[in-house]
């Protein structure tokens, strides 16, 4: 049977994996040829099936093929697709209203989120929060508030880091294709700082922080520079998650000299590594947080949290945007959180972590290609190399992301040479489904050998 469009999603979708076609199917073939006539050849797509209906740990698509979500639409569908509270909220400020514009004609739902935000991100210092559309945007205005605070002009960032695809933001992303090639010139004063990467490096957190501020140090000067932008636990550039102790250092080194660290949680924050952030593993406390993706179970939210007085560094009038803090997404993101905090989420981000780095565990021990399992909670990823060397294997990351799309299981791969398969499910999906998925995985790897 056909998924209607208007198949109810949510957590009352049969959760299972069921193939009725090829992947493709027919009826997405169909809309592929659509998409190919009126969507930008730019505008790329993983795996393209067109989706009906999503909830729990499933999509389903216009074929009637329910797959297993292992992407959760790239780390946003947190709380589950189509989560109860978000669409029950997001219903009820519909009929009310969808906008006013937050800098015209104020309204509850954006302070309510800022005020979740000063009590959820790391810290107990006094917060306050601007909400936007997007995560590049959100980074970006960070970059502002860093530099209208600070009076200076450099950002520091890092090798392998992503934060987004607005000027500024290629700027600040390391990989070329497919982010920058071609899109130049970029936004000027940001220079880039070698990261924490263990299977590359073979550091100490401290000895990465020593090499990172180095250059921080002698080709920008502390005194230029208004602020370093990470990700606790890179995403696009690989789920690479620093050594112990390089993110402490890092901090102490940006206090000392008034630099003001600025962590992109992304892609990492809001349960999904089984704290609300990761910068809490190591009770790290950023100045500024950039947050967006999970915040509001698939709404588009992004917010900038940080200290008050940095804050309010910035002129009246000087943040905002049309959109930004739309009622519906500032519904979405109450009704997420309150999904997070009703179901525990971070227990069961730690619990599907254990889970899924036991299965990844395994594969490593029986395939050589697995050259490191790293990652944290529901965040988890295997780097593929040539067996005995760190030299990356894109090809085989895309074989075993291909064998499980058209075996009905949604993965993602990323890293900077695209050789990382990320494993980043909705914290809605069973133990017996994720555990299914992990065997479609297995079956991958010893189909591709
Ligand atoms: N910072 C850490 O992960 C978005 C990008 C997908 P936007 N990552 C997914 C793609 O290919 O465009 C991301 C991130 C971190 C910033 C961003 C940017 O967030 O909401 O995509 O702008």
Redesign the pocket.
């Known amino acids: 049977m056909t998924a209607s469009p208007t198949s109810p999603g949510g957590p009352t979708l049969p959760q299972r994996r069921r193939l009725v076609t090829d992947i493709p199917g027919p009826e997405s073939l169909t809309r592929l040829e659509r998409k190919r006539t009126h969507v930008a050849d730019g505008v790329g797509t993983t795996l393209p099936v067109f989706v009906a209906a999503a909830g729990g740990g499933v999509l389903v698509d216009v074929d009637g093929n329910s797959l297993i979500d292992l992407g959760s639409g790239?780390a946003v569908t947190t709380v589950g697709n189509a989560a109860p509270a978000v669409v029950e909220r997001v219903r009820e400020q519909a009929a009310a209203f969808t906008h006013t514009c937050f800098m015209v004609t104020p309204y509850d739902g954006y302070v309510d989120v800022c005020e979740q935000l000063a009590e959820l991100t790391p810290g107990h210092h006094a917060k306050k929060s601007a909400l936007f559309n997007?995560?590049?945007?959100a980074?970006e205005n960070a970059v502002k508030i860093a530099r209208a605070a600070t009076g200076r002009d450099a950002v520091g960032v890092f090798d392998h880091a992503?934060?987004?695809?607005t000027n500024l933001?290629m700027a600040m992303t390391a990989k070329s294709m497919p982010y920058k090639s071609g899109f130049g010139p970029f936004a000027a004063e940001v220079y880039r700082a070698p990261m924490s990467y263990p299977l590359r490096d073979g550091l100490s957190g401290e000895e990465a922080a020593a090499r990172a501020v180095d250059v921080l140090d002698k080709q920008v000067g502390a005194a230029n520079l208004a602020c370093v932008v990470i990700?606790p636990i890179q995403?696009?550039g690989g789920f690479v998650v620093p050594a112990p102790g390089f993110l402490p250092a890092l901090a102490r080194w940006c206090a000392e000299r008034d630099v003001l660290l600025v962590a992109?949680e992304?892609?990492s924050g809001f349960c999904r590594t089984g704290d609300w952030f990761a910068c809490d593993h190591e009770a790290v406390v950023p100045d500024l947080v950039t947050t967006?993706?999970g915040i509001a179970g698939g709404l588009p939210l992004?917010a900038v949290t940080g200290r008050a007085e940095l804050m309010d560094a910035v002129h009246v009038g000087g943040l905002g945007g049309t959109y930004g803090g739309n009622p519906l997404a500032c519904a979405a993101a109450l009704g997420a959180i309150e999904e997070m905090r009703r179901h525990d989420l971070t227990t069961r981000a730690r619990a599907v972590g254990e889970v899924m780095a036991g299965r990844l565990r395994r594969l490593a021990e029986e395939h050589p290609v697995v050259a490191a399992v790293r990652g944290r909670g529901a965040m988890m990823a295997v780097e593929l190399c040539h067996p005995g060397t760190t030299d990356p294997d894109p090809v085989r990351a895309g074989a075993v992301s291909a064998y499980c799309h058209s075996h009905g299981v949604v993965t993602l791969t990323c890293g900077t040479w695209g050789n990382v398969l990320r494993f980043l499910p909705p914290l809605s999906i069973t133990d017996e489904l994720l555990h299914e998925a992990f065997d479609v995985v297995a079956e991958a790897f010893a189909a591709t050998t």
Do not use: L, N, P, W
């Open positions: 790239i997007s995560g590049a945007e980074v992503y934060h987004g695809r933001t990700e995403g696009e992109d992304i892609q967006a993706k992004a």
